[in-house]
C-alpha cells in the first residue's frame, strides 16, 4: 500500500513513542518525510529504523516552544521537502502532580509545548499547506480531552485546547482544501506513558508517589489485549492523512480499546 508516494510530510514529536511510528509508517507507505524532535538522539534511532526507506527521511532538531525554532524549522522543512502535504502534529509531554502542588511554571510548560507549540507549527505550515496537494493536518489530543485522568490537570488542559483548536482551524481552511483533524490516543505504551520518552517532548508521566491508583480503575482498555502499541495510532494518523480521509475533517478520533466508552 502506497499511499503517501509522492506526498511530503512533517512530523513532530518524531524521534520517539507515536510520533516515531508514524513517520515509519508514512515511509514504509512511500511518502517523504521530515522528522522533528527536540532530542537528536531520538531522530538518530528513527533514521536507524527506517532501515531501506532513510533515503526518503530528513530530521531536524526543533523545539516547538520556541517560536524562532519552529519558523526555522518549518521553513527549513518546507524546502527541504519542496512543499508540504501532510503535517503531524505530535509532539508534547506530560506531567503528573497533585494540582494543589503544581508550580506554575510547570503548568504554564505543558500548556506552552503541548498546545502553543502545536499552533505554532501549524501558523508556520498553512502558507505550503495552502500550496499542497490535498493538504491534512492530524494534530494529538489525548482522551484526557474529554474524561478524567486524575494528577494531569495542566495536561488535560492542553488536550482540549487543541481539539477545540482543530474544530475552529477546520472550519476556518475547509473552502481552502486544508483539513484538520485530531487523534485522542488512550491506553496506548509509548515513551511518554512510560517514562522512557528520549526527550523532554516525549517523557513520561511520573505520577505523585502517594497517588491514589483505585482513581485509575476505569483507565483499561475494555477488549483486554492490554495496552496497544504506538503503531496502532500511527496506521489511523496515516488514514486520516491519506486520500482514505479524504472526507474527513473537524473531528477527533478516540483510540484507546474501549477504555473510555
Known sequence: MNRYEGRRALIT?????????????????????????????????????????????????????????????????????????????????????????????????????????????????????????????????????????????AYAASKGGIQSMTHALAAEYAKQGIRFTAVQPGSISSGMTDGSGASRQSAGPGLPEDADMSLFMKLAPALGQGFAGPETVAGVVAMLASADGRFVTGTEVRIDGGTHF
Open 13 to 153: 514529536g518524531g524521534g520517539s513513542g507515536i510520533g516515531q511510528a508514524t513517520v515509519l509508517r508514512l515511509l514504509a507507505e512511500g511518502g517523504t518525510v521530515v522528522a522533528a524532535d527536540i532530542s537528536e538522539a531520538g531522530l538518530k534511532d528513527t533514521v536507524d529504523k527506517a532501515g531501506d526507506t532513510a533515503g526518503r527521511l530528513t530530521t531536524l532538531v526543533v523545539d516547538i516552544a520556541d517560536e524562532n525554532s519552529v519558523r526555522a524549522g518549518v521553513a527549513a522543512a518546507v524546502e527541504t521537502l519542496g512543499g508540504l502535504d501532510v503535517l503531524v502534529n505530535a509532539a508534547g509531554i506530560l506531567r503528573s502532580s497533585h494540582t494543589h502542588e503544581t508550580p506554575l511554571d510547570a503548568f504554564e510548560q505543558v500548556v506552552r509545548i503541548n498546545l502553543t507549540g502545536t499552533f505554532l507549527v501549524i501558523r508556520e505550515a498553512i502558507p505550503a499547506l495552502l500550496r499542497g496537494d490535498d493538504a491534512a493536518v492530524v494534530n494529538f489530543s489525548s482522551t484526557s480531552a474529554m474524561f478524567a485522568h486524575p494528577y494531569m490537570a
